[in-house]
């Protein structure tokens, strides 16, 4: 086939794809037909670069909250993934019960949380999720898990509180 560019005889397979003509492929090489739309590209780059500029002034704020909305309803999908996962189901705290979604946490069996959680430098229900939700982690309201923290007993757990 000919190329209407170059005007070399060139094999079927170096032209582009068409359904809309005759023969179903283009008129132009695909050697051709690159070297136009690198040169299209070179010529217009300045002004879509300048427009994608305004836009994004215009259009920032709008920009920003659709990024944090759509990043924070991930993270809140990810972390009821944990809580269903670690819960077996039953979407409560280990310790006392606690139903309420807001006042459930991620807690680490064997203590050392604050340094795992700056080892893996994620989000730690994204991080579980990745790597398939590993042992060692269970489900705690904060309460009960800020005990087991500060005081290394849960008063659910302990017939008497200590003093």
């Not at 215009?58 to 990043?71: A, C, L, W, Y």
């Not at 944990?82 to 459930?104: P, Q, R, T, V």
Request: glycine content about 8%; overall charge positive.
């Amino acid at each position: 086939m000919l190329c209407n560019k170059c005007h070399k005889e060139k094999e079927l397979e170096e032209f582009p794809k068409l359904a809309g003509s005759k023969k179903g492929y283009r008129a132009i090489c695909k050697d051709c037909s690159n070297k136009k739309h690198r040169e299209w590209w070179k010529k217009t780059n300045p002004i879509r670069l300048e427009y994608s500029k305004k836009w994004y002034a215009d259009n920032r704020e709008k920009i920003i909250k659709q990024k944090v909305s759509g990043n924070l309803k991930y993270r809140r999908l990810a972390k009821l993934d944990c809580i269903e996962h670690y819960s077996d189901g039953k979407n409560c705290c280990d310790c006392c019960g606690e139903k309420h979604i807001e006042f459930l946490g991620i807690d680490h069996k064997e203590g050392n949380g604050r340094k795992h959680r700056e080892s893996i430098k994620e989000y730690l229900p994204l991080y579980l999720k990745k790597h398939g939700y590993p042992k060692g982690f269970r489900i705690l309201c904060h309460n009960c898990n800020m005990s087991l923290g500060f005081f290394g007993y849960c008063p659910h757990k302990t017939k008497e509180v200590k003093e």
